[in-house]
């Protein structure tokens, strides 16, 4: 059978029509404050996951299962992306972004890369890919919470995640389990014990780690919850696989005496909600209640009897760091037990606005305030 080149176009129509339906279907389910307003902001990017911003105002983003990462822009600022460029591709499990000093960082799953005067590049040569530098290959290259989410501080330092291989174990190499920050090809620990953290940010004041952590599986619908943590003090150890959240010892590891004092989380964030992307506010868009607020992107469960999760929680700190609240800020995205999208990653960018990415829809949603 031989396929008319007007039939492919035909079908190419079909699919944009159907993907543009379905994104405002997602729009139109979603809850939130009503003096805020969420939109599509890009589209067909395969499973996207961790955003970061350039110097001008391309935003960055890891596409995890095409192993692909992608510079995208509003150059019309009309609220909708219509510059796509492909900076990276034939990564394995490509997931973290960071932006510094005119370089992108980017991880999969083993190592991280960087490109170097990201902007100038794109600006000069519009047909090849940038030529990307090895930062470092020395990170563990399991699947099982493998994918590994990055971030500089305001000097420069970039810390990268390690999650556990397993739903619960202790292995030999420390960085499991952990939060570290690069030093010259090895590694300082910034947060030990913790099982999957795959969000985590600086609060703009205090310039304290803020970091959510994934608890443990099959232990029931209702237990352990997901967690919210700060480091008050580097090399500290957060309980995993001896302790979850609060007061949960764990069956096979809490009778042990790992010789460390364990810190309890800031907050739970619930059982199975998969904590993932968070990001603080420090932008003049919304209102001033708002500010140094955090956002976090609850994935959703997958092993309750109940689904839970699946929205973008706020958090409310008082002026030592301790929460305040916690409360529903886009919802949605789970109907009934019907799921329709999960939002993944935030970013707080430069214009006020928020950007949210969600890998099952692959869809980036923007949200404004309505002034």
Known sequence: MIIGRNQ???????????????????????????????????????????????????????????????????????GVIDER?????????????????????????????????????????????????????NLPSDEWHGWKWIKHDDDGNLYVNVGAPCNVCVKEDKRYASIIRFNN?????IARGVRNS??????????????????????????PSCELNRVDNEGSFYGFPYKHATDVMDPEYGNLNPGFKFVDPIAPLGPHVAPTGIAFYSGNMFPKEYSNNLFITLHGSWNRSKKSGYKVVRVKFNDTGDVISIDDFI??????????????????????SIIISDDYANLLYKVSYKK
């Open 185 to 189: 090809q090895s590694w300082d620990y």
């Open 198 to 223: 795959v969000g985590f940010d600086f609060h703009p004041i205090s310039k304290k780690l803020f970091f959510t952590d994934n608890g443990r599986d099959w232990l029931g619908d209702d237990s």
């Open 331 to 352: 919802s949605g995205w789970l109907q009934g037990e019907k799921v329709i999208g999960r939002p993944a990653a935030v970013l707080a960018a430069k214009d006020g």
């Open 8 to 78: 492919i176009l035909s079908f190419i129509c079909l699919c944009l029509f159907s993907t543009i339906l379905l994104s405002e279907t997602i729009i139109d389910k979603l809850s939130l404050d009503k003096n805020f307003e969420i939109t599509i902001y890009a589209s067909g990017i395969d499973s996207p996951r961790q955003l970061a911003e350039g110097d001008d105002k391309r935003i960055y983003v890891g596409s995890r299962k095409s192993g692909k990462i992608y510079a995208i822009r509003d150059t019309d600022n009309n």
């Open 85 to 137: 460029r492909l900076v990276a591709e034939n990564l394995t499990f490509a997931t973290g972004v960071s932006f510094y000093d005119g370089d992108l960082y980017f991880s999969e799953i083993n190592k991280i890369w960087k490109i170097e005067n990201i902007s100038r590049h794109l600006k000069e040569d519009q047909s090849n890919l940038p030529k990307k530098i090895l930062v470092t290959d």
